[in-house]
């Protein structure tokens, strides 16, 4: 890596072996740092730490901003999730890495008996930001634009696809339910 480049949020930038993260950057699961925003890396030898010079100020999460999420963790009280993306009022907020929960009371308006009958692991959700707080975030999927927007078989972990309300898989011939939202995308 040259001493100045263009970083996205993302980018890997180094190891947390080489460089110590800085200003503007994150360590991911695997030990990378990355850049949480736009804008100029910056290697100082000196300090062994790698910085990004933002380009534009990140907004951060609040009550609110729309999230979409990967389904890691389903527990009988609570979906762990990792944030993929979020914006609120059209504009981006940038959340690399982030982990939230959907606790049970904020799934449906409906009575959910089994949390595995509204989620799959994998499965991408659309969600919306209920309480958040620098120790924890939760997240709500009880309106009906919310919920999954991708899910995947639990048999064969091939993409189901939507067919009237019931989610089937075209490799196996799985049929599955899920909290799904007006916006899934295969149908």
């Known amino acids: 890596m040259s001493n100045k480049n263009i970083a996205v949020p993302g ?3 180094s190891t947390e072996e ?3 993260p ?3 950057t994150y360590v ?3 030990g990378d740092v990355c850049s949480d925003s736009l804008g100029k890396s910056e290697i100082d030898n000196t300090e062994k730490s790698v910085s990004v010079d933002s380009l534009k100020n990140v907004e951060m999460l609040d009550v609110g901003t729309t999230v979409y999420v990967k389904v890691s963790m389903i527990k009988p ?3 762990f999730v990792e944030i993929i993306a979020a914006e609120k009022d059209g504009k981006k907020r940038v959340v690399p890495g982030a982990m939230a929960a959907i606790p049970v009371r904020n799934i449906s308006r409906d009575y959910v008996e089994k949390l595995g009958d509204f989620f ?3 499965d991408i959700v659309k969600a919306k ?3 958040y707080a620098p ?3 939760d997240l709500t999927t009880s309106e009906h634009d919310l919920g999954v927007i991708k899910a995947f078989c639990k048999k064969c972990r091939k993409p189901l696809y939507l067919f009237g309300k019931q989610l089937k898989c075209r490799s196996c011939g799985s049929n599955e339910s899920r909290k799904i939202s007006n916006d899934y995308m295969l149908k």
């Open 18 to 20: 080489e460089y110590i």
């Open 11 to 13: 980018d890997f930038l």
């Open 120 to 122: 799959g692991v994998g």
């Open 129 to 131: 930001v209920s309480f």
């Open 22 to 24: 800085g200003k503007n």
């Open 135 to 137: 120790y924890g975030t």
């Open 28 to 30: 991911s699961e695997e």
């Open 77 to 79: 009280n609570s979906v």
